[in-house]
């Protein structure tokens, strides 16, 4: 089983910069699909970016070149770097996890994760 805990969100002004964490047990976070969603307040759940185990990332278009997903193998965690900052980020960021999507990790959307953290608000003001 995956347990997920994330941390990093925070308040911060338009054009900052937050880096949110996402601790991973039970798999390691380098060898099974992992992603980032956010939902903001009366939307629905979004993913943000997603990362294979193989390496392979992809971004949601509002993100491309402003965020980066990462792992750090040595501490089992995973990143999101998140950079100018918009206020239209503001919202719920949640880390996601599924062993099961291997060749298709890129294409697993909020309905194929069975693994979630607790999330971790970020708060971008104007």
């Known amino acids: 089983q995956v347990q997920l805990l994330e941390s990093g969100g925070g308040s911060v002004q338009a054009g900052g910069s937050l880096r949110l964490s996402c601790a991973a047990s039970?798999?390691?976070?380098?060898?099974?699909?992992m992603a980032w969603f956010r939902q903001a307040p009366g939307k629905e759940r979004e993913r943000v970016a997603v990362r294979s185990n193989l390496g392979v990332t992809r971004y949601a278009d509002s993100v491309k070149g402003r965020f980066t997903i990462s792992t750090d193998n040595a501490k089992n965690t995973l990143y999101l770097q998140m950079d100018s900052l918009k206020p239209e980020d503001t919202a719920m960021y949640y880390c996601a996890a599924d062993p099961r999507w291997v060749d298709s990790c890129t294409n697993r959307q909020k309905d194929d994760f069975d693994y979630w953290g607790q999330g971790t608000q970020v708060t971008v003001s104007s």
């Open positions: 039970g798999y390691s976070a380098r060898s099974i699909c």
